[in-house]
């Protein structure tokens, strides 16, 4: 008997310590500097949040400013929409922001994308800028290879590429933590969050107490895990994906991402600018803000070259397509010549010859794109083809950067089916 009661003891207190949720400490408390940055979270907190249901799952997100250019902050993997809040006071003056949190039920990539689609729809945003951290990160690059049109500009902060190596490293975790208590594993957290996420940050008191005051569950845990290794086809090379100017942000410290993924990342996108932060761990846009929100808003205000040539290559286009002489010739230097062969031998157009004849010619009925190009500093090469009925024209197009406008200096073109 006394066994039966001790054992029915034991289970009884396993079963409550399993139930137990994880606590959650209060960043006002823990925090005793009353100063700008405690003062703009407790602003933010204050201003209320929109709900939208997606697929039976709710999703809490903010959206705030006035500008015509929208920021989309994508938060990391135990992070929720007030994780930017240093970002959202330093740039809702300038442009509209939305900062999302990932609903506990959100476990894939194609899930939380579906998501955030259905905010922007809501919030009636086309383009925008997307800036992610570390799980944001990831997720920011899926969104560039799923609908790059609509991505202007991307940050991938802190992060990683697409790979095999978290979850071969988390094999054994993964298979754990479903049978461990929510507050044993908040407490392996805890752990890992004194031993090494502050110290890499310098020890920052803002980081210590602000970290444990985010939401935090089992479940919310396992399928964050899930997006994080969520595999995706990465395809930078892709014109759509390369014509978007990226940013990647790290740090030379930081403790969650193994300097083999930080290498590869910047393998994958060789084309993205890149910044440093020096000892500033994972969090730099929290602990770091001031230098990340610099580095973030120098990025923004950035002229986006590929855009630039486009409007050059958009008056060729549009000059042919109309018999706009004007418009034509406005995309070409003055001393552009044109290439092609004719006869086996090489044929060198003037461009005054060109644009005599496309005025007999008149306007065409064409379809045009650009198939693929490349910029490096002031000079470019873009591949183009205007599609005819019964055939087509491929051309090879080299720009100039002259006294800040692109021209095309000379286009080498030949006929196809």
Do not use: C
Not at 40 to 60: E, H, N, R
Not at 265 to 288: C, Q, W
């Amino acid at each position: 008997m006394y066994f039966k009661i001790s054992l029915a003891v034991i289970i009884i207190v396993l079963i409550i310590i399993y139930l137990i949720p994880a606590p959650q400490a209060n960043f006002f408390k823990l925090y005793k500097t009353d100063n700008t940055i405690s003062k703009s979270l407790k602003k933010l907190q204050a201003k209320p949040t929109k709900k939208i249901m997606v697929d039976g799952v709710t999703w809490d997100y903010y959206t705030g400013g006035n500008g015509t250019k929208t920021i989309l902050f994508l938060h990391g993997m135990g992070g929720a929409y007030d994780l930017w809040w240093q970002q959202i006071a330093a740039f809702e003056k300038d442009y509209k922001v939305i900062s999302y949190t990932l609903p506990e039920k959100i476990n894939s990539l194609k899930k939380a994308s579906e998501g955030i689609l259905a905010i922007l729809k809501k919030e009636h945003v086309n383009k925008f800028y997307a800036v992610g951290t570390s799980m944001g990160g990831y997720i920011t690059q899926y969104l560039v290879n799923l609908i790059p049109n609509r991505v202007e500009k991307a940050v991938f902060g802190n992060t990683f590429p697409p790979n095999t190596l978290i979850a071969q490293e988390n094999a054994t975790k993964s298979k754990v933590i479903p049978f461990l208590p929510e507050i044993l594993i908040s407490k392996l957290g805890e752990k890992k969050l004194n031993n090494e996420l502050i110290p890499a940050s310098k020890n920052s008191k803002l980081l210590k107490a602000f970290l444990p005051s985010l939401p935090f569950s089992k479940k919310q845990f396992m399928n964050r895990y899930s997006v994080v290794i969520d595999p995706f086809t990465a395809n930078p090379t892709s014109y759509k994906i390369k014509r978007i100017p990226k940013l990647i942000l790290e740090s030379d410290n930081d403790p969650l991402i193994q300097p083999e993924l930080r290498k590869k990342l910047k393998e994958l996108y060789s084309d993205a600018k890149v910044y440093t932060f020096h000892n500033e761990g994972h969090f730099p846009y929290i602990n770091a803000s001031n230098e990340y929100n610099k580095v973030l808003r120098d990025f923004l205000n950035e002229k986006d070259e590929y855009l630039e040539v486009e409007k050059t290559i958009a008056n060729y286009f549009e000059g042919r397509k109309n018999a706009n002489i004007t418009q034509l010739q406005s995309a070409f230097s003055n001393d552009a010549k044109l290439y092609t062969v004719k006869e086996n031998t090489e044929l060198i157009i003037p461009l005054k010859s060109y644009l005599d004849k496309v005025k007999t010619d008149g306007k065409q009925k064409v379809a045009t794109q650009i198939l693929d190009g490349d910029i490096t500093g002031n000079i470019a090469n873009f591949k183009t083809k205007f599609s005819y009925s019964k055939f087509s024209y491929t051309d090879y197009l080299s720009l100039l950067k002259i006294n800040n406008q692109w021209k095309i200096i000379s286009k080498t073109f030949t006929k196809t089916k």
